[in-house]
């Protein structure tokens, strides 16, 4: 099988369960985890932020910052394509009160105007902005990777209207290996930036959301309310450290990711949504159906998503080398030509 389903599918190396059984560990409900520590020292390096904080996955990172920059009525500013907008079990709503505002068009990134349009106003009967969210890189769109110079205008218009910044950044390594700048200087303008280790980098299971200390310290306790504290949970956090010392890899994806690309676009059953700047590849079918598409692939040991009904996501990761990409490529060819 060569899974490209997901960035998530990877199975952790050698080194991460050799680490993971050799971590030192603590109640880290307690903050007495030295390894979880670890990782939140590091990571909030790695961004340039105070602190850092340990949590299961994106969708719980992404949530406890909601929490912290909203109140209930609140509106957040997101773009449509957002994974906050569609992936997210309608928490902002479910567990905060706070209703997003859509906005932008397919390729995902905000434009400043964007946000401009929809700042509130203060009248009574109009619900408060108070967040701009962003994604680095952006998903639905097809691993667009979001430059420094693209977010700069944008936190000025948030910052002009008191508004907070926040960056889903589970992808935000992929971006900053596509662009070849530290990650810092991506996550600079935002409040809190929330990271996965479990997608490209391979780490079974974790992410980290990073931030100001005020903004760490309130989110433990909005962690320990959703259920996220845990206990000895450095084994985990081990991985993650194996993990963040693996992001020199990434830019290998991204260049499979332009391989399967060319190979898309040279079939006439396909038409590429657009080039891959990372590890995604998105196109549409136009012969078939998307779903007849994974079926037919999935038949002969290549895994994708139907990511709508005429339109097909194969994302690259750390397990498909050189050798599973000619394999995936030529069940391509040989089922689409
Ligand atoms: C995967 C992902 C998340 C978080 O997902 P979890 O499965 O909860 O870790 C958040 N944002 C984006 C853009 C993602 O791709």
């Avoid at 952790?12 to 993971?20: D, K, S």
């Avoid at 903004?215 to 985990?236: D, I, N, S, W, Y």
Wanted: aromatic letters at 4%.
């Amino acid at each position: 099988m060569v899974d490209l389903r997901s960035d998530t599918v990877t199975q952790p190396t050698a080194a991460m369960r050799r680490a993971m059984a050799e971590a030192e560990v603590g109640d880290d409900v307690f903050g007495e985890d030295p390894t979880v520590r670890r990782l939140e020292e590091a990571v909030a390096d790695l961004l340039g932020k105070e602190a850092a904080l340990f949590v299961p996955s994106g969708v719980m990172g992404n949530q406890i910052a909601l929490r912290l920059h909203t109140r209930p009525g609140d509106e957040v500013v997101v773009a449509e394509r957002s994974h906050l907008y569609h992936y997210e079990g309608g928490a902002p709503a479910a567990l905060w009160g706070v209703q997003l505002r859509p906005v932008g068009g397919p390729s995902g990134v905000l434009a400043p105007d964007d946000v401009e349009a929809v700042v509130r106003g203060d009248a009574d009967w109009e619900p408060r902005t108070t967040l701009v969210c962003l994604e680095n890189t952006v998903n639905k769109a097809g691993g667009v990777v979001v430059p420094p110079e693209a977010v700069a205008p944008l936190a000025d218009v948030a910052r002009r209207h008191g508004l907070a910044l926040h960056l889903d950044g589970a992808r935000l390594w992929n971006a900053a290996a596509a662009l070849d700048l530290p990650a810092h200087v991506l996550a600079a303008p935002f409040d809190t930036v929330t990271v996965c280790l479990s997608k490209g980098l391979g780490a079974p299971v974790g992410s980290v959301l990073a931030g100001g200390a005020a903004h760490v310290r309130e989110a433990r306790r909005t962690r320990k309310l959703l259920g996220g504290g845990m206990r000895q949970v450095g084994v985990l956090a081990a991985a993650g450290l194996v993990a963040l010392d693996g992001r020199g890899r990434l830019a290998d994806d991204h260049a499979r990711a332009g391989r399967l690309a060319d190979a898309v676009a040279a079939l006439s059953a396909f038409r590429l949504v657009n080039r891959p700047q990372s590890n995604i590849v998105l196109f549409d079918t136009l012969r078939h159906p998307a779903p007849d598409v994974v079926a037919r692939l999935e038949a002969e040991g290549v895994r994708v998503v139907a990511f709508g009904p005429r339109t097909v996501r194969a994302t690259l990761h750390r397990d498909v080398d050189d050798a599973a990409l000619d394999r995936a490529v030529a069940v391509l060819r040989r089922l689409f030509s």
